[in-house]
């Protein structure tokens, strides 16, 4: 990265007289002050804002990464409870929070070496569905902290990073319906993720466990809405040995699912149980109220800040990974 004294010296100037265009002094002459930025332009030079009359002072703020082109990720729950857990956590430590919009349209490379090189915030918090090769380089090459929500795919180098024990989830599941006496257990899976990729795991694992017989069939590939929810029971509901039971990926598939098994005459949770991944409101304003594997998305955050001040006060750390565990809310549509 150019410092002051790089662009003094392809300038033609002094340092003090870069400094002094920096601060807008009017005792630098219009044509020098052109002159100078546009040196500063063409080495892509950011001025740090510390070397400007900061030095004694620290950062206070940590920035959470977003892309809001992808509208999806902010119509629901999740990213508005992750970011409530970072924002409680950072204040407990005398630390704000910013939003950075790093769009997929724009010049993300430009806009993330403006804010690291000028350094205005100590670290970053981004989610997986943000990360790319380049990013990732980008802020490992200026060895700045950040650390990343949710597992990461395709990524060689490591880093930290925070997400839910979704394979646990998948289990919990499986184990709690096995108990209460279902056997044809269906999984309703979402959006291909690596998550639902890891619940589908635990589906798979506890019925191994359970010496359960596993049946490709019950496995119904959704796109997260309820209308495909809808449509997969549907055509489950059909099968010569129908499953008495179903897992759904989130809470909007279950509203279809229900629906879907209400219509072919069947009851909830005598003739069929079912269980949803995640604890929304909605879950106890259905009927009947609906059992959930709940994950603590509120503490994803609060983890996420835990590692990132670890890496930001001992940058030479090993790497850690941290899975938030689940937990089952029981309630009536699995009392078979």
């Known amino acids: 990265m150019p410092n002051i004294k790089d662009i003094a010296k392809a300038a033609g100037v002094s340092t003090s007289t870069v ?23 063409d080495f892509n030079y950011v001025p740090n804002s510390m070397a400007r009359g900061l030095s004694n002072q620290k950062a206070s703020t940590v920035a959470l990464l977003v892309d809001m082109d992808d509208s999806p990720s902010f119509d629901n729950l999740f990213f508005h409870k992750v970011m409530y857990g970072i924002e409680n956590a950072l204040f407990k430590n005398n630390l704000s929070l910013v939003i950075c919009n790093l769009q997929a349209s724009g010049n993300r490379k430009k806009r993330l070496n403006s804010m690291v090189q000028g350094k205005h915030i100590q ?81 798979q694992a506890m019925l191994k466990q359970s010496n359960s017989p596993f049946d490709e069939r019950l496995i119904a590939e959704c796109d997260g809405s309820k209308d495909s929810a809808y449509r997969e029971i549907l055509r ?95 309630r009536e549509s699995t009392r078979a």
């Not at 400094?19 to 332009?41: A, C, G, Q």
């Not at 930290?160 to 599941?173: E, H, K, L, R, Y």
């Open 19 to 41: 400094s002094r265009v920096l601060n807008n002094n009017p005792l630098i002459s219009l044509e020098t002050r052109k002159h100078v930025l546009k040196v500063m332009r």
């Open 236 to 330: 489950l509901l059909t099968l010569l040995s129908p499953p008495d039971a179903v897992i759904c990926g989130d809470n909007v598939m279950s509203i279809g699912a229900m629906k879907a098994i209400r219509e072919k005459g069947r009851k909830i949770p005598h003739d069929i149980g079912i269980i949803s991944f995640d604890n929304y409101p909605m879950a106890e304003l259905v009927e009947p109220t609906l059992t959930t594997v709940d994950i603590d998305l509120y503490e994803m955050g609060v983890e996420a800040v835990k590692l990132l001040l670890r890496r930001i006060e001992n940058p030479a750390a090993s790497h850690q990974v941290s899975l938030i565990s689940t937990s089952l809310q029981v």
């Open 123 to 203: 670290g970053a918090i981004l989610p997986s569905l943000l990360l790319g090769s380049d990013l990732v380089n980008t802020l490992k090459k200026q060895e700045f902290p950040f650390v990343v929500l949710g597992e990461p795919e395709n990524i060689a180098v490591p880093f930290d990073w925070v997400d839910i024990n979704n394979a646990q989830g998948g289990q919990q599941a499986v184990g709690y319906l096995i108990e209460k006496g279902y056997r044809r257990i269906a999984f309703l899976r979402g959006r291909k993720t690596i998550f639902n990729r890891n619940r589908l795991l635990g589906y």
